[in-house]
């Protein structure tokens, strides 16, 4: 079982998305194609299992509640902070991820929506806790964290498929990255008012 859902990640990076049928990901796995159907059912299954495994956001929410409980006196600027540079760290490294991003954005399908709300519930875990802390502030945290997210995906995809700077940003470079990094930090130290 774990050899075919390592296989989505082989065939991801070999083929992209295009490339993740039966026959390619039994082939990759050394595996009979029929042990897809026996051990997930249908091949969306396989891969929505793969994603999950790889997916930053999907991962983070496994662990968020207990982080969230653990670092209650810890400001919630400091663990979005954190959140969202080990984002971009992860992102910029994981290829296949950034092939399953293109394609959730690229090709409407089920598979892809449900990923999506997984992703989106680690914010109904943090957003409740950041609220307490800024109930006397008129910011909307919700808009701003979508904006730096989206600008985290972007950048990234952006650098690996056009091989190219970003506003003269080259994100590839350790100064690049640090620019970015550093912005990052300074957009939520304005939005928390620190």
């Given amino acids: 079982m774990s050899k075919l859902i390592q296989s989505v990640g082989t065939v991801l990076a070999a083929k992209g998305y295009t490339g993740l049928t039966p026959t390619n990901l039994a082939k990759a796995a050394g595996v009979d194609r029929k042990l897809i159907s026996a051990y997930f059912g249908h091949i969306d299954h396989l891969i929505a299992t793969y994603i999950k495994t790889k997916d930053y956001w999907i991962v983070a929410s496994d662990s968020a509640e207990a982080l969230f409980k653990n670092n209650a006196q810890t400001s919630s600027r400091h663990l979005l902070e954190h959140m969202l540079l080990d984002q971009i760290v992860q992102f910029s490294a994981n290829e296949e991820m950034q092939k399953v991003i293109l394609w959730q954005l690229s090709e409407r399908s089920e598979m892809m929506s449900q990923l999506s709300q997984a992703r989106d519930d680690v914010s109904a875990l943090f957003f409740p806790f950041a609220d307490e802390e800024l109930k006397d502030k008129q910011v909307d945290l919700r808009a701003v964290t979508s904006l730096l997210i989206a600008g985290i995906y972007y950048l990234v995809l952006h650098t690996k ?18 620019r970015i990094r550093e912005a990052i930090k300074f957009i939520l130290q304005e939005t928390y008012g620190d």
Avoid: A, K, P, W
């Fill in 161 to 178: 498929t056009t091989d190219s700077t970003f506003c003269e940003i080259d994100i590839t470079q350790v100064e690049g990255m640090n």
